[in-house]
Each structure stands twice: as C-alpha cells, then as structure tokens.
C-alpha cells in the first residue's frame, strides 16, 4: 500500500520554525517529484515548493522564498520542509504529495497525498 504520513506541525510564534516530516512507505520516494501544498480555512489548497526527482533547484511560492527549504532524506524515504520566520499567513493544513508528471505546483500533477498536518502560527 502507497501511503504518505506526515508529521511535525503545531502552534508556533511568529518568526518561529518548525520542521515539517513526510514519509513515505510502500514506494521510494527518490523515484518521484514531490511537493508541498497547504490549505487555510475556506481557501483553495495552494502550492507551497516542488522538488524534481531529476535534481534542479526546487520550486517555490513567492512568499515562502528565502524562508522555506525542501530535502530528501533517502536512507529514511522521507522528505523534510524546514519552515523558518513563520508568519500568520502560514497557518494551514500542510499536505505532502509525490508525482511524476513534474515538480509544478499544480495540484492534479500528484498522484500520492498524505493526510497532512496542522501547522498554526499565532501570538
């Protein structure tokens, strides 16, 4: 069985950082382009960074730039999103998601989604 868990959210302050976890079981996560997405209260899921399985610089929203990094961790088949200076606007449910059509933030490019984590930043 094909599944993504993540893990790792929580309430932070903000200017805080939290490490974000997305495991993988039942497939290598190496074969696959990956990417993060979130989900605020009555928005549309959003595209947060996409990284290649090919290699290359990953793909980031505009608002994380400079305060958000994707990794691979291959020996643990897990992908890490490092969230740092954590603003209000950051709140959200954070979904993993694996595919292979391109590390795009296109939501129907990903075939394999976990059931994403809470992350809330607030004073």
């Known amino acids: 069985q094909l599944q993504l868990v993540e893990s790792g959210g929580g309430l932070v302050q903000p200017g805080g950082s939290l490490r974000l976890s997305c495991a993988a079981s039942g497939f290598t996560l190496d074969d696959y382009d990956i990417a993060w997405f979130r989900q605020a209260p009555g928005k549309e899921r959003e595209g947060v960074i996409g990284?290649?399985?090919?290699?290359?610089?990953?793909i980031y929203r505009d608002s994380v730039k400079g305060r958000f990094t994707v990794s691979r961790h291959h020996a643990e088949n897990t992908v890490y999103l490092q969230m740092n200076s954590l603003k209000p606007e950051d709140t959200g449910v954070y979904y993993c998601?694996?595919?292979?059509?391109?590390?795009?933030?296109?939501?129907?490019?990903?075939?394999?989604w976990g059931q994403g984590t809470q992350v809330t930043v607030s004073s």
């Open positions: 998601a694996a595919g292979r059509r391109g590390p795009a933030l296109v939501r129907a490019w990903y075939d394999y």
């Open positions: 990284l290649s399985n090919t290699g290359g610089a990953p």
